[in-house]
């Protein structure tokens, strides 16, 4: 058998350098600021809400609290990590590996390891304009953070590995149609049980504690205590993110299926 006939069956061998990565990576961010879902769930929800319940003064606000900027300032920015990093990439994903986009793109040069470094990064890349841009009209209503912002950082990126993961589990186990469905509606209920709108405090206190054990009631008591004026992060919110940061990728990579 010639050389060429012994070496068509084979999987390329990964590119070596970070080129690759760099390229997909800048590819994936294109990719997602173009899609006019993705805008909407990334930017214009957080946004609009930020905004408007900012200036409409019709939302419960923690004891203390006088400007409901204060609150939900922090709460919106949990709520963009979410929409990226589980929304957004579930759906994305759902239907890249429907349509064989995922099929062929792991056999390229590229390879696996690059290609889930590089939707990785694009989550991160996003997420740094959606905080970019949420703090500043924050600011620009009103708001005065304070606490330790620096302590926000590693509670986003835990955050943003948890919903990662929770967005691939389902986008490597059900149909593109399904996953669309299940992450909206999934996306409903963390929003609602998040203490991202109005304060987990409001809840009925049975609801509370399950509120707190999912990723977004622990990201929302996170980033309250962290750029909370004299605030700090609950010991139970690091353990809550971490487990989820664990677990849910955990099970995305025991369950999904690339075509």
Same mark, same amino acid.
């Given at each position: 058998?010639?050389?060429?006939?012994?070496?068509?069956?084979?999987?390329?061998?990964?590119?070596?350098?970070?080129?690759? @990565?760099?390229?997909?990576?800048?590819?994936?961010?294109?990719?997602?600021?173009?899609?006019?879902?993705?805008?909407?769930?990334?930017?214009?929800?957080?946004?609009?809400?930020?905004?408007?319940?900012?200036?409409?003064?019709?939302?419960?606000?923690?004891?203390?609290?006088?400007?409901?900027?204060?609150?939900?300032?922090?709460?919106?920015?949990?709520?963009?990590?979410?929409?990226?990093?589980?929304?957004?990439?579930?759906?994305?994903?759902?239907?890249?590996?429907?349509?064989?986009?995922?099929?062929?793109?792991?056999?390229?040069? @590229?390879?696996?390891?690059?290609?889930?470094?590089?939707?990785?990064?694009?989550?991160?890349?996003?997420?740094?304009?959606?905080?970019?841009?949420?703090?500043?009209?924050?600011?620009? @209503?009103?708001?005065?953070?304070?606490?330790?912002?620096?302590?926000?950082?590693?509670?986003?990126?835990?955050?943003?590995?948890?919903?990662?993961?929770?967005?691939?589990?389902?986008?490597?186990?059900?149909?593109?149609?399904?996953?669309?469905?299940?992450?909206?509606?999934?996306?409903?209920?963390?929003?609602? @049980?998040?203490?991202?709108?109005?304060?987990?405090?409001?809840?009925?206190?049975?609801?509370?504690?399950?509120?707190?054990?999912?990723?977004?009631?622990?990201?929302?008591?996170?980033?309250?205590?962290?750029?909370?004026?004299?605030?700090?992060?609950?010991?139970?919110?690091?353990?809550?993110?971490?487990?989820?940061?664990?677990?849910?990728?955990?099970?995305?990579?025991?369950?999904?299926?690339?075509?």
């Amino acid at each position: 058998m010639s050389a060429a006939g012994q070496t068509a069956g084979r999987t390329p061998a990964p590119a070596g350098g970070l080129r690759p @990565l760099r390229a997909q990576t800048a590819a994936e961010v294109r990719m997602t600021l173009r899609r006019g879902e993705s805008v909407l769930l990334t930017l214009a929800i957080p946004v609009g809400l930020l905004v408007f319940f900012s200036l409409v003064d019709v939302l419960p606000k923690p004891a203390g609290v006088r400007h409901a900027v204060d609150f939900l300032a922090p709460g919106i920015l949990a709520l963009a990590v979410m929409s990226t990093a589980m929304v957004g990439l579930g759906i994305a994903t759902g239907f890249e590996r429907q349509y064989g986009v995922l099929k062929r793109l792991r056999t390229t040069p @590229l390879g696996r390891p690059a290609l889930l470094g590089a939707k990785i990064l694009a989550i991160l890349a996003v997420e740094v304009v959606q905080v970019a841009i949420l703090v500043g009209v924050a600011l620009g @209503l009103g708001w005065s953070p304070g606490g330790s912002p620096g302590l926000a950082v590693p509670a986003a990126v835990l955050a943003t590995v948890g919903f990662a993961g929770l967005g691939l589990l389902m986008a490597g186990a059900l149909r593109a149609e399904v996953t669309l469905a299940a992450a909206n509606g999934l996306y409903l209920v963390l929003l609602l @049980l998040g203490g991202m709108v109005f304060p987990l405090t409001s809840l009925p206190s049975g609801i509370r504690g399950v509120a707190r054990a999912l990723p977004s009631g622990a990201l929302s008591d996170a980033l309250h205590g962290a750029l909370s004026a004299g605030g700090s992060v609950p010991g139970r919110a690091w353990v809550v993110l971490a487990v989820w940061a664990v677990l849910a990728p955990a099970a995305a990579a025991a369950t999904f299926r690339w075509e």
